[in-house]
């Protein structure tokens, strides 16, 4: 079945029929385009509002993210940050694959539609044309027969008539002969113009317009296929990026699984601990007895002690210890010495750890200079080896910096008291930091490590020294005699598992039975040893202590 056999008639259904096929490829695209703008103004919003809470650099809550809960709210608006990325993919990919390819295929449509349609009256004013010329032609031929007629009853009015001359009769026959052959010319030229018309009116009716219905039949067809494609594209816009989605939507999940109650509170712990005791009993002082009022001091702690939580806070010693009594805020000093012991180390074993950091690249940037020094002199033509002289003795100096640097953050940490996890090991630097001979422009000699011979961490004129000694070998000897000397003076069995992610610190495994070294001090971490003899801090909140007797 088809539109020019079955509705050969129908010009005008056909002509509608088309045009509200095209219109409805308009309102679809329009429909698209304003989901897209929904789409993107809801993209646009979640951007805004995670922008909103997103804490800003250096802001209190920025500092507070080491918390599960406050780091996996951030995961929560990472992932709703992705989400919206995705929902503007949505938008865009329903902007490029169905509004601009629809409307640049409508206009296609609308060009096909008319060319057709401006074929079909084509044929149609030809039609009416060779019909108009039928018409003609039949008229005219209805006329001169009728004149051809009456000249020939005329004529044979004229024979009977007895007072008619002979000259008479003859004009009348002569006329009605030319009036019947003008007549016949007429017939002939009806009938040529009547055989036409039939001929072109079945070619118009059974070959023109069938061809062009059905012209239009295919192109309103692959219309309604492409809208369907745009229908169909518009569920598998959405569908492509549901796989992201529902990973941001996991990533949400996991934000909600990782926070730890219990690690956030420890993480409190370890960020605020002081290492003070707590205030001790007030003495009393009897006046009666005429003795001179003076300071408890044994209730906060040892005169001796520095920077005592009474000092940190500003207050006086000679009046107790409020709870929640408001701190002024202290001075800040190289040292650390504002902070309470606890915090103070961890932020000196922090320092330390950069500077080793620091310290490593200037080891790493010595060794690529002397390298390339070495293959200058070998190769002359690639580059004349007294130019990076200017750039080895700076990066001598910025070690000797560093070393001195960490000489000096040492000696803070050894006075803050703890040197288990957080004393810098060996471990912690290469030996490359440790022992490393740098040359100045006149190839003389400069050694900048510390010889066993030398211990006070003067400078050597002598060869390369060992490189299994220390930078600061008086430190390394301390603790080497404290790790012969350390027996384990009990057991404790780990009650929860710990990563041990942090330097000096040791991984644990619930139920795994460890030798205890060190008690805790006060600061919350006990020293241990494994059977393998490798040592390290755990929480002692983590472990069931048994101590020897």
Known sequence: MDWGTDLWDQYD????????????????????????????????????????????????????????????????????????????????????????????????????RKTHLSEAKKAQQSLESTYKQLDSSKKRFEREWREADKAAQYAEKTDQDINATKADVEKAKQQANMRTHIAEECKNDYAAQLQKYNKEQSQFYFSDMPLIFNKLQDMDERRVRKLAQGYVLFSDTERHVMPIIGKCLEGVNKAGTNVNE?????????????????????????????INRASSDSSLGTLGTPKGPLELLGKNRSKPFWLFSKKSKPTVTEDF?????????????????????????????????????????????????ASLSPQINQTAQNMERLRLELSKYESWLTEAGRRGDSMLRRDTLPEDALSYRSHSNNNEPYSICVSPSSPDGTHSEEGTPDPSQAIYAEFDDDFEEEEELVAPIGQCTAMYNF????????TMQEGEVLSVVEEDKGDGWT???????????????????????
């Open 13 to 112: 259904i056909i002509d509608k029929h088309t045009q509200s096929g095209l219109e409805l490829v308009e309102k679809y695209v329009k429909f698209v385009k304003e989901r897209t703008e929904i789409e993107q103004n809801y993209a646009k919003q979640l951007r805004n509002l995670t922008k909103k809470y997103n804490p800003k650099r250096g802001c209190k809550e920025e500092q507070e993210c080491r918390f599960s809960n406050h780091q996996s709210f951030l995961d929560i608006l990472n992932e709703m940050n992705d989400y919206a990325g995705q929902r503007e993919l949505i938008a865009e990919n329903m902007m490029m694959n169905i509004c601009i390819e629809l409307t640049k295929y409508l206009q296609e449509l609308k060009m096909e």
């Open 262 to 290: 219990r690690n956030d509170s420890i993480a409190l712990i370890e960020q605020y601990k002081s290492g003070f005791e707590r205030p001790g009993d007030l003495d009393f002082e009897d006046y009666s007895q005429g």
């Open 337 to 385: 010495g504002h902070l309470p012991p606890e915090q103070r180390r961890k932020r000196l074993q922090q320092k330390l750890d950069d500077i080793g950091k620091e310290l490593q690249k200037e080891v790493d940037q010595s060794e690529a200079l002397e390298k390339m020094k070495d293959v200058y002199e070998k190769n002359p033509q690639m580059g004349d080896p």
């Open 499 to 506: 990563p041990g992610a942090s330097e000096g610190t040791i």
């Open 527 to 549: 020293r241990v040893r494994r059977a393998n003899g490798n040592e390290g801090y755990i929480p002692t909140s983590y472990v069931s202590i048994s101590l020897s007797k």
